[in-house]
């Protein structure tokens, strides 16, 4: 894996005369080179003899740097194929898996990437039985589960038929985590709702308690399940930071703590680059709670990213790109207190510490954010009153919302003025901006914003034109911070 | 013409209307409450078409229905105004509602009626304009309004006919002032003389028009604000409208400088 992107490397096996030993070339780092002694290990196992000659692995191509235990299973293929004891010799399959020394195969942290390569060359492609069902939602792939060595020799050589993946059971969306637990706060859960219909990155501020990381993390379950492709992409990053994600249509969410380091957040790190939290949360959400707290230039190096949808990680040598279009949940507290604007308890900022505070929320970074929004401590009424909306039904119209844009290009959270110009604004839409320009409550730079969130406040009514009716209600998540 | 149909919603507003019809003939909606009618010549100046579109645009702002007469000049003007405020136009016609006159202003009426408006006649479908039908229904236009603004008008005319109709039927006339050389502001001119408000600017006419009629209808949806500001919460939650609406709608109250919204509460 280079980055999320999978790249084939073909296995080279050659059987010497000269004396005996075991060779791996090719920019093998040290758990490549270790593949040595559990190849050894498990081609014994198979009941085989292992050669004492000369065994040398050539891992082409041979400037690209490998690591990780993948190696092992089409390595201990490609020497027996060269010993001709086995009949592999003249197959071509994508093999990818760690062995164990008694044979077993145990793991395929690149089985999505593996069955993406084999996909496009229409091999078959060899994985561990426990990572086969995910590999298996690639299209197009053919994925032969192995449990050991000996399987898959017998597999390649025709000798045994190979077995069905037993898919397990579609992961259901985490109902734990719904819209109807949600009493009162029926702005935010607008802001939450065309937050999900147009992919805008959505600011919430308030106060400490009312329920900002709540509403935040029932965002995943309104926005539209990933499609098979993008849950290919969304896995393949995820393998690519090793970390197991169940397969599954759920878009991610991710809550990066404030004091996380630069590495784990954006991407990179020391050594084979990583991708960070905002890459984990690629096609889903990244939520940051106390966003003041992060460091400024943390924040400002995400701006690019959320841009262009990916990190580019330079390193010597060579650039690697880590796919990055989350969705942005940002929540705050108005002050340094927390407690400015609440009904219930005094603020006791003074006005410098406050302006200190909104300078740091302010800036390029801000301006990502096309809505914000209040959030307010809910009444005792709201909080004992009868259960919300639930997810389910919001979801529904969300997905018929995104379903206009994505007919018309983009989403409309990821619209450039040049798109927005050819969506059509009827007459009062255009002189009601005008009145918010004029009125001083709407910068030039806001204008774009409020035109995007009127676009998915339209397409969430299934209304065409533009009308000053979205245009107000889009007024009313400006957030005058 | 499927959405044509015959009503007496409308009666208790036509109370005080001389030989009020017993029926209307209506296409697209009713007004839901006593509208604000704007009227005047139909050789107006382009000083009175923009002044009628303007306070179109803010009467329809405030929430109130505007009323006119489909006429060229000062009343499509009104109404092209009221299109662009996001509100509700109503046209009383002198013939057929679907019959339109002139046919110039028939693309006006579709927009209104494709803008929650209506179009109203006493006349059944199919009649005919006649010279006659135009001073009459100048009385349901004073009918349904509980104010009249009369834009530009000469001394003889209809706009200056609704006005008097307005005042016997016990309703408030306004009007805009204009030069005292020019024979289109003589009739304005006239009627400030005799007592009727002057308009001086929009934000005046509805100041007027709140001191007669009560808080205008956008101001008064969101709750009474107090000084003390209520949570943009509790508005919504008050109220049985789509979210949308309602915050649609306290955003307009604030661009209209009626309210404050500051940190998720709304303040005067």
Partial sequence: ???????????????????????????????????????????????????????????????????????????????????????????????????????????????????????????????????????????????????????????????????????????????????????????????????????????????????????????????????????????????????????????????????????????????????????????????????????????????????????????????????????????????????????????????????????????????????????????????????????????????????????????????????????????????????????????????DRIRRVARTIADLAEIEVVGDEQIAEALAFRGDL | MTDMRRTNELGRMLVGVSQAPSHLWVRGNLPSMPGVAIVGTRRCTEYGRTIARTLGHSVASAGWPVISGLARGIDAAAHVGTLDGGGEGFAILGCGVDVIYPADNRGLAGRLLENGGGLISEYPPGTPPAPFRFPARNRIIAGLSAAVVVVEAAVTGGALITARLALDQGKDVLAVPGDISRATSEGCNLLIRDGAHPVLSSEDLIESLERILGPSPVAASPISVSSTGVLLDEVLEQSDRPVGAVLADVVRAELAGRLKIKDGVVGA
């Fill in chain 1, 1 to 447: 894996m280079v980055g999320a992107e999978a790249r084939a490397v073909r296995i080279e096996a050659h059987v010497g005369r000269a004396k005996e030993g075991f060779t791996v070339v090719g920019l093998p780092d040290t758990s490549v080179r270790e593949a040595k002694d559990r190849v050894r290990a498990a081609i014994i196992s198979t009941g085989r003899e292992f050669p004492l000659r000369r065994v040398t692995v050539n891992l082409s191509p041979a400037n690209l740097p490998k690591a990780g235990s993948d190696y092992d299973l089409p390595m201990a293929l490609g020497v027996l194929a060269a010993m001709g004891d086995a009949s592999p010799a003249g197959a071509r399959v994508v093999a990818a898996g760690e062995l164990s020394l008694d044979g077993s195969v145990t793991r395929t942290r690149t089985a999505i990437g593996a069955a993406l390569l084999a996909a496009r060359r229409n091999w078959p492609c060899l994985v561990a039985d426990r990572d086969a069902a995910g590999a298996a939602l690639v299209p197009g792939a053919v994925i032969y589960p192995v449990a050991t060595l000996a399987e898959a020799v017998a597999v390649i050589a025709g000798v045994q038929p190979p077995r069905e993946i037993v898919s397990p059971a579609a992961q259901p969306i985490d109902v734990s985590a719904d819209l109807g637990d949600v009493r009162g706060q029926p702005l935010a859960r607008r802001a939450l709702e065309i937050a999900a219909a147009g992919g805008h990155h959505l600011l919430m501020v308030g106060s400490p308690g009312t329920g900002k990381t709540m509403l935040a993390a029932r965002l995943p379950g309104i926005l539209p399940p990933l499609t098979a492709a993008e849950a290919v992409e969304v896995a393949c990053v995820w393998a690519s930071a090793d970390r197991a994600r169940p397969v599954s249509d759920q878009p991610p969410f991710r809550s990066p703590h404030h004091s996380a380091s630069m590495a784990s957040v954006v991407g990179g790190g020391n050594g084979h680059p990583v991708p960070g939290e905002l890459s984990l949360a690629h096609r889903g959400v990244l939520f940051m709670d106390e966003l003041g707290e992060f460091p400024p230039h943390l924040l400002n190096s995400l701006r690019q990213p959320l841009e262009e949808g990916r990190v580019t990680i330079a390193r010597r040598g060579s650039t690697i790109t880590f796919p990055a279009r989350a969705q942005l949940v940002a929540a705050s507290n108005p002050c340094p207190c927390g407690f400015k604007g609440d009904r219930l308890r005094a603020c006791r900022c003074g006005d410098n510490a406050l302006v200190r505070y909104r300078r740091r929320l302010s800036g390029p970074f801000l301006d990502r954010f096309d809505l914000r929004v209040f959030v307010s401590t809910p009444d005792s009424s709201a909080l004992l009153g009868a259960p919300a909306e639930a997810s389910e039904r919001v979801r529904e119209r969300v997905i018929k919302a995104r379903s206009l844009q994505v007919e018309r290009g983009d989403i409309n959270g990821r619209s450039a003025r040049s798109d927005l110009d050819r969506q059509p604004m009827d007459s009062s839409a255009v002189s009601l901006l005008k009145q918010a320009v004029d009125a001083g409550i709407l910068t030039g730079r806001g204008v």
